[in-house]
């Protein structure tokens, strides 16, 4: 009799049972050609393996285990067209392979296609399959914990990459009360707090980290971070002890030897620092090394141009920024509410940030509030605070942000999300600088500077009724319209070289510039991310390659294509009338389907508000789904 193998659970019987009795799942009979695939492909022979997969296929054509074997073995061969082919079919075959969605999200997660990776890992971390320990199979975990835990992990890091840390800092979260000495959730959680500016939590995270981590290049990465966030709390004694427990161990380590060369010249250590050299001179062979690359780690820093009392956080000198930078500090000398408008990723809580450190108010709280992340009642407690048993849960009272901003500048970032009874309430702020507690009934007084931004077209909600008439007109005082990165011209370069000095600060990196070549092709590109892809990209760049110059070879494959065609070249094929309706609604028909109709996404990939992608879809009579 044939011996049956339920392919989830691993279970195997000589009885001819059509389902298997422990897990539910179909059995199927393992014929002679399909073993020879599962040896070859642990074996790591995955081009044989997958040659052996498609001849069991031509005997089973319907077979959905047949194609996820043929997927993973593309997966693995790196053919990524073919193994998301395979994919889909399996997928169509039967909707609930774990393995299958998670290596889909894999691949997304490689072309920098943020929306669609989370997508899957999401569906992945949502169907409930009965994965179980000694299961046959060809994906990467043999446990339904191991596989949740890694899609919590890179969806964690896909919201770190979009800037929506309060988000990655869930994912992490998750993992690590599920898996507390998981030290990929632990270094990504102490970089969430670390970003939020709440170093005491990262502090604490990272020598959870240092205890679990067995010595080497990761462990000596992770108390390189602790000495930076020492630093950041002005704690410096404890900072440099940090740095130079790295340096002890690694004497090249290039952020260490940055940051401790950093402190010895911004704090004017000069006692302190004798101190540490003579100390490195008697415990280091070679001492000599660490304390020439200390000196130009300090040169560096003082040849390094600080930023004036009268700079902004922006980089670029096209002719747009310039404008804006000027606009930032005629705003800074008032304090009317200013409204800053533009598409995700081109900077605007950089702009809310300038404002505020270059007002009288410097030297007073900076709140930022992120409007869209929040449910109306949060947002109404994050903003207003609340008293004690106004609500389940509210066991004390609590101050609000906009108490918490008193004499300073509140930040409301997206806030065309908000609603419209949370609106009558902020408008009220705005115009009388009081408002309630949620519970209370005495007013509380502020003096507070409002700085708000949104991506949507707010004149447009207004004829919808999803913003208030009043509300705009308290906010349309000051009006700074960010530029998008495409049109900044001659900006890219000098962010490439930005962004490259901040990633110098979090990791070990060669990389100094980029090549002119793959500036070239940068340049091509519409970067409908703005700045924020720009900074995922390079990030990429540096986590996955070792290099001095960022060049052609380095660049995500939808940079290195050919669909982004300079202006000229576009001018030079298309006609010249009647085509640009017909561009825009294929364009907006593709990016749809690519999209999976998610309309939130489809707008940001296509550099519009998700109102203006309403419109198109009416004016072009599309179907969505």
Request: net charge neutral; aromatic share 8%.
């Amino acid at each position: 009799m044939a011996l049956f193998l339920c392919r989830e659970c691993g279970e195997k019987t000589k009885e001819s049972f059509r389902f298997c009795p422990i897990c539910g799942m179909p059995y199927e009979p393992l014929d002679k050609t399909t073993v020879e695939g599962i040896d070859a492909f642990e074996q790591g022979e995955y081009a044989e393996a997958l040659g052996l997969f498609k001849a069991t296929l031509k005997k089973r054509t319907s077979s959905f285990f047949a194609y996820r074997d043929m997927g993973h073995a593309a997966f693995h061969l790196q053919q990524d067209e073919k193994a998301l082919e395979y994919y889909e079919t399996a997928l169509k075959l039967r909707h609930d392979l774990l393995d299958v969605r998670f290596n889909i999200g894999l691949i997304y997660l490689k072309r920098g296609r943020v929306g669609d990776a989370m997508f899957y890992f999401s569906e992945t971390l949502r169907l409930n399959h009965p994965l179980t320990s000694g299961s046959f199979y060809l994906g990467l975990f043999h446990t339904q914990e191991s596989l949740r835990n890694q899609c919590h992990l890179n969806m964690g890091m896909l919201f770190k990459q979009r800037g929506e840390v309060e988000k990655a800092l869930e994912q992490y979260q998750i993992v690590v009360r599920e898996a507390p000495k998981n030290i990929l959730a632990l270094g990504g959680l102490g970089d969430c707090w670390m970003t939020l500016e709440k170093y005491d939590e990262a502090i604490q995270v990272y020598k959870k980290a240092l205890k679990i981590l067995p010595d080497g290049v990761e462990k000596l990465n992770i108390q390189n971070d602790l000495g930076v966030c020492y630093f950041k709390k002005s704690e410096m004694g404890k900072a440099i002890a940090e740095f130079k427990e790295v340096l002890r161990k690694n004497p090249n380590h290039v952020n260490a030897i940055y940051n401790l060369g950093q402190v010895y010249y911004h704090e004017g250590l000069t006692g302190r620092m004798k101190q540490d050299y003579e100390e490195f001179v008697k415990s280091s062979d070679n001492a000599a090394s660490i304390l020439f690359s200390l000196s130009k780690s300090m040169v560096s820093a003082a040849a390094a141009p600080e930023r004036s009392a009268e700079e902004t956080h922006l980089v670029g000198d096209s002719a747009p920024m310039k404008k804006i930078q000027d606009i930032i500090k005629r705003a800074a000398a008032s304090d009317a509410t200013v409204l800053v408008l533009g598409e995700n990723g081109t900077g605007k809580e950089l702009v809310a940030r300038s404002i505020h450190e270059l007002s009288a108010r410097h030297d007073k709280p900076f709140v930022p509030i992120a409007c869209s992340a929040l449910t109306e009642s949060l947002l109404e407690s994050e903003l207003f605070g609340h008293e004690k048993g106004s609500f389940t849960g509210a066991i004390g009272q609590k101050f609000g942000k906009f108490e918490v901003a008193n004499k300073g500048s509140v930040f409301l970032d997206e806030i065309g999300e908000i609603s419209l009874s949370t609106q009558v309430k902020l408008l009220r702020v705005l115009q009388e600088r009081e408002f309630e507690r949620v519970g209370g009934t005495q007013s509380v007084k502020v003096d507070i500077r409002v700085i708000a931004a949104t991506n949507r077209d707010l004149k447009l909600a207004i004829q919808e009724g999803k913003f208030r008439e009043d509300l705009f007109y308290r906010l349309n005082v000051i009006v700074i319209q960010m530029p998008p990165l495409r049109d900044r011209d001659g900006d890219l370069a000098p962010l490439v070289k930005h962004i490259l000095a901040k990633l110098k600060l979090k990791r070990q990196t060669r990389f100094e510039g980029i090549t002119e070549d793959a500036l070239k092709i940068m340049r091509q590109y519409r970067w409908p991310g703005n700045v924020r892809e720009l900074e995922n990209v390079i990030e990429r760049i540096v986590t996955l390659n070792d290099d001095k110059m960022i060049k052609p070879e380095h660049l995500p494959a939808e940079l290195a294509g050919t669909s982004f065609l300079p202006p000229s070249a576009i001018d030079s094929i298309l006609p010249s009338s009647g085509v640009l309706k017909s561009v825009e609604k294929d364009m907006i028909i593709k990016v749809l389907q690519e999209s999976r109709f998610n309309k939130k996404e489809a707008a940001e990939r296509l550099g519009i508000s998700r109102p203006t992608l309403y419109l198109k879809i009416r004016k072009y009579g599309l179907k969505v789904e």
